[in-house]
């Protein structure tokens, strides 16, 4: 059984930062492609950071977020610093089977296998 547990989400200030946490467990871990979303109220799922060779971040969060991988604990992380208000959303880990594919299949949530639970990040100004 397939699991992605998500983790590190909470409440901060703007300017403040974050690190999410997504475990893994159920599978090899490292065959895997995997990545962030976010979805905020009334919005739909968006790509924020999907880690490849050259990971890939959405333009927003360009400069202030970073994504890793550590395959020796099967976790994904995303580094948040300098939070907006508008970066206040549920936050999605999500995998795909096998190897990472091109940049617009890696962006459709619909593309990936399997789903966290989300974790919330609430950003005040």
């Known amino acids: 059984q397939v699991q992605l547990v998500e983790s590190g989400g909470g409440s901060v200030q703007a300017g403040g930062s974050l690190r999410l946490s997504c475990a893994a467990s159920g599978y090899t871990y490292s065959s895997y492609c995997m990545g962030w979303f976010r979805q905020g109220p009334g919005q739909e799922r968006e790509g924020v950071a999907i880690?490849?060779?050259?990971?890939w971040y959405a333009d927003s969060v360009k400069g202030r977020f970073t994504v890793s991988r550590d395959n020796s604990k099967d976790t994904l992380y995303l580094q948040m610093n300098s939070l907006k208000s508008e970066d206040t959303a549920m936050y999605y880990c999500?995998?795909?089977?096998?190897?990472?594919?091109?940049?617009?299949?890696?962006?459709?949530?619909?593309?990936?296998?399997?789903w966290g639970q989300g974790t919330q990040v609430t950003v005040s100004s």
């Open positions: 880690y490849t060779r050259n990971p």
């Open positions: 999500a995998a795909r089977i096998g190897p990472c594919p091109s940049l617009k299949v890696l962006l459709s949530p619909s593309e990936y296998n399997y």
